[in-house]
């Protein structure tokens, strides 16, 4: 009965009524379009995982310029325990040579409601959304499954397209979402500290024991966000810390220098003018380092 009064609700219901059913198909960050390029994907060089700092700021057009093919299955707010899942489905599928792991601190901070959400849309759902489900035990991803599977059953979004341009953002493919050129106004940020989760951090590991199953190499990276906001963080040198254990760890905020107001569009989000610099010198470290079997 439940189950019926989810799948009427969100076929009738107007969209204000809707507070616990959220299934954000074609949703802010191009989920799907990502899920279908999959399919196109091809002799890929580096795979790319992670929150909104992967898919914004990892260029495949950069990387293919130095003979690097380059898939991004970053998604919004993508915590560890969705990267788990889209690797389960996905990863046999692209079958890379390397994994660029980008490991924001504030994913270990993350509940994942919202990338359990935008993963249940526009992904498929199976048995791994049913655990994912009840990892999160949180309401709307309840309604939200129950409400995928019924348009997965019956097909309802097989004739659907994503529009490529959405207001600032273009897809591009590979994975990238290209933002329209603007900057950040800087601004102060109080002393904070990083809520790193424990739960994460499991969700993590499993992650790292899945590629090390398929005897993929794979290196963590710190996207950087701006000066302003990452000083305003306490514990930055714990978090090293602890990924620093886990195997190659670079952390850009500490590597380079960027300006607040020139390379970013946001806090946290790099603008092009930023992707292109951090890209660049992802690159050179990756070939100083051996770290990619292609030479350049």
């Given amino acids: 009965m439940y189950s019926l009064f989810i799948i009427l609700w969100g076929n009738y219901a107007p969209d204000t009524l809707k507070k616990n059913l959220n299934y954000p198909l074609g949703s802010y960050g191009h989920m799907y379009s990502r899920i279908q390029n999959i399919k196109e994907a091809r002799d890929v060089d580096i795979l790319v995982l ?3 700092h992967a898919y914004r700021g990892f260029d495949p057009r950069i990387f293919k310029q130095h003979g690097l093919n380059t898939f991004n299955l970053g998604s919004s707010a993508q915590s560890h325990l969705q990267t788990e899942i889209l690797l389960k489905r996905h990863l046999d599928e692209i079958d890379p040579k390397l994994i660029i792991y980008e490991v924001y601190a504030g994913t270990f901070s ?4 919202e990338s359990s959400l935008d993963i249940i849309a526009n992904d498929k759902n199976d ?5 994912m489900a009840l990892a999160q035990n949180h309401i709307k991803v309840y309604n939200a499954l129950i409400y995928g599977f019924y348009r997965d059953v019956f097909r309802k979004n097989i004739n659907y397209k ?4 959405k ?3 273009t897809y591009i493919e590979g994975g990238f979402v290209e933002k329209e050129l603007r900057y950040f106004e800087h601004m102060g940020f ?11 951090y499991e969700y993590f590991e499993r992650v790292l024991l899945l590629i090390k199953e398929r005897d993929i190499p794979v290196i963590l990276v710190q996207a950087p966000i701006t000066e302003s906001m990452y000083t305003s963080f306490r514990n930055n040198s714990e978090f090293d810390a602890k990924m620093k254990q886990y195997g190659v760890y670079y952390n850009f905020n500490e590597l380079m220098e960027l300006d607040d107001e020139v390379h970013f569009y946001n806090s946290h989000h790099l603008n092009q003018n930023g992707v292109e610099i951090f890209n660049t010198k992802l690159i050179e470290i990756l070939f100083e ?3 990619s079997t292609n030479t350049p």
Avoid: A, P, T, Y
């Fill in 127 to 131: 048995f791994e959304s049913i655990k």
């Fill in 289 to 291: 380092k051996g770290e």
């Fill in 190 to 200: 109080e002393e904070n500290g990083w809520n790193l989760k424990g739960r994460q």
């Fill in 162 to 165: 994503e529009e490529l341009v």
């Fill in 50 to 52: 992670g929150s909104s």
């Fill in 167 to 169: 207001g600032e953002d």
């Fill in 110 to 113: 993350s509940d994942g409601v």
